[in-house]
């Protein structure tokens, strides 16, 4: 499993930096380390703007 972020619709508040508890995302460039990154999908959950999606390795 893996994330996508649409650019599109993030508004860059930060929301999933905050709750990630891999510390696997950065505001700066808006992506995902995949290599820290455990799958958990609470970042999907706290995006207010529904930018973040699970996708299929």
Do not use: H
Not at 21 to 43: D, M, N, Q, S, Y
């Amino acid at each position: 499993m893996a994330f996508s972020i649409d650019l599109s619709k993030c508004i860059y508040c930060g929301a999933c930096v905050g709750v990630c508890p891999v510390l696997a995302l950065r505001l700066r460039e808006v992506k995902i380390e995949e290599k820290g990154c455990t799958a958990c999908g609470i970042c999907v959950k706290a995006c207010p703007m529904n930018a973040i999606t699970v996708t299929k390795k």
